[in-house]
């Protein structure tokens, strides 16, 4: 059977050490100068910028490559729009962010291409926008980008094992638990 083909991003399911993810995400500012709308799953950087109390830093979208603070699991809400559930662009918005490098996420394989099999468990590989997020459900576009896996340590991600689940099967849209990479707070070199 096909692996349904639905996008999510980078979903918090566990820590590296077998613990269930405890939901202690922490709060950080996206700065109105920032071009590029944020959904939830979506991998955010360090900004130059935080707030104007410096209690909360900034942080914007990253792209394949940089050095990733952590994962966007929520926005705090506005009260011009209690119901939007993503970041839109160019508007300064509170969001909670997954920034401990030692927690585990499901994201789904990209659905073209030559699918990943168990050879590449302990590879790295990078992460791929797949299309944007959306603004209905607010879950992010992001996929894993199954042209990538090698051993390259500056690839974003490394893959642990396929989602273990009844309707998850190796292929095209396959579900795997991985982990950030290129962490800023794991041993990276200071800075932006």
């Known amino acids: 059977m096909a692996n349904a083909n639905t996008p999510f991003g980078l979903r918090p399911v566990a820590n590296r050490s077998g613990a269930p993810y405890n939901g202690s995400p922490r709060l950080y500012i996206v700065p109105a100068s920032d ?12 900004a130059s910028t935080g707030d104007a109390t410096g209690k909360y830093p900034g942080v914007i979208a990253a792209a394949t490559g940089d050095v990733v603070t952590g994962i966007v699991v929520g ?17 300064l918005r509170y969001v909670y962010v997954v920034d401990d490098p030692d927690v585990l996420f499901e994201i789904q394989e990209i659905n073209s291409g030559t699918a990943l099999t168990t050879a590449a468990v302990g590879l790295n590989a990078d992460f791929a926008a797949g299309g944007g997020g959306s603004t209905v459900t607010g879950f992010s576009g992001f996929v894993l980008n199954n042209a990538t896996e090698a051993t390259t340590n500056t690839l ?13 099967d190796l292929g095209l849209a396959a579900k795997w638990l991985v982990s950030i990479n290129r962490h800023q707070f794991a041993n990276q070199v200071a800075g932006i």
């Open 35 to 46: 071009g590029t709308a944020l959904y939830l799953g979506d991998p955010v950087k360090l």
């Open 75 to 91: 926005f705090q809400p506005l009260a011009t729009n209690l119901e939007l559930r993503y970041r839109a662009a160019s508007t």
């Open 156 to 168: 974003d991600l490394k893959i642990h094992a396929l989602v273990n689940r009844e309707n998850n």
